[in-house]
């Protein structure tokens, strides 16, 4: 089955600079990547997704770019800003898999003023 | 409206009690999804309902009970759970199967 990593477990930025995200995942049948943004106490909020005919994709502040040869695909947040401080989950969703998502272990993102 | 509802918000019961989550979403998704998820650790999944059947169910015990009465509406009935169960149940949502998916804000359930 699909097996997603995700690094860093936990990510200090100051205000203003860029944050980045990595995933790789096992499962070459593998071609949708979400990321997913859970702030405390709330459920997790879809903020921008991938499929595996694009390379890159961007919305204002995030991007997220996929590499099908390695197997990974990143997050970029540019211009961070304290609101941006959550925990933060990339997935992985194969053609034959009826909507399953594998998640990775999430990133814990604070930004600081 | 990518909204997904979700009540309780909260809710406490003993081992021995019988209750029942409930999710709503009118955005005509035909695919719904119960997920369990622990603090600090990503949703897993439990149940897949798609078109009002059950087409995954993640080798859930049978103390959860899925439920999908229409193609708006999810339930999960709970009975005789365990103290281990406490944790964020989430439902969520998609056009299709292979679809996006969108999750609700949660019930926070606490077994005592």
């Known amino acids: 089955g699909e097996n997603v990593e995700q690094h860093p477990s936990t990510l200090s930025v100051q205000e203003g600079d860029s944050a980045v995200i990595k995933c790789t995942y096992s499962?070459?049948?593998?071609?949708?990547f979400p990321w997913y943004k859970q702030e405390l106490g709330k459920g997790p909020q879809l903020i921008i997704d991938i499929r595996s005919n694009v390379g890159e994709k961007k919305d204002q502040r995030i991007a997220v770019t996929l590499n099908k040869t390695a197997k990974h695909f990143s997050l970029h947040i540019t211009e961070t800003q304290p609101e941006d401080s959550a925990v933060y989950f990339c997935?992985?969703?194969?053609?034959?898999?009826?909507?399953?998502?594998?998640f990775g272990a999430g990133t814990q993102v604070v930004v600081t003023p | 409206d990518t909204e997904v509802t979700q009540t309780p918000k909260h809710l406490v019961m003993g081992m021995t009690n019988k209750k029942s989550l409930k999710c709503e979403q009118h955005m005509g998704h035909r695919a719904m999804y119960w997920y369990k998820q622990k603090a600090k650790k990503p949703p897993e999944l439990m149940f897949v309902y798609s078109y009002e059947k059950l087409s995954i169910n993640e080798s859930v015990p049978s103390r959860f009970s899925p439920e999908c009465p229409n193609s708006s509406l999810l339930n999960l009935h709970l009975h005789a759970l365990q103290p281990e169960d406490s944790a964020l149940y989430l439902c969520a949502s998609s056009p299709g199967n292979q679809e996006t998916q969108y999750f609700g804000p949660g019930t926070r359930l606490l077994v005592l």
């Open positions: 997935a992985a969703m194969a053609t034959d898999s009826w909507g399953k998502l594998q």
């Open positions: 499962d070459s049948a593998s071609n949708y």
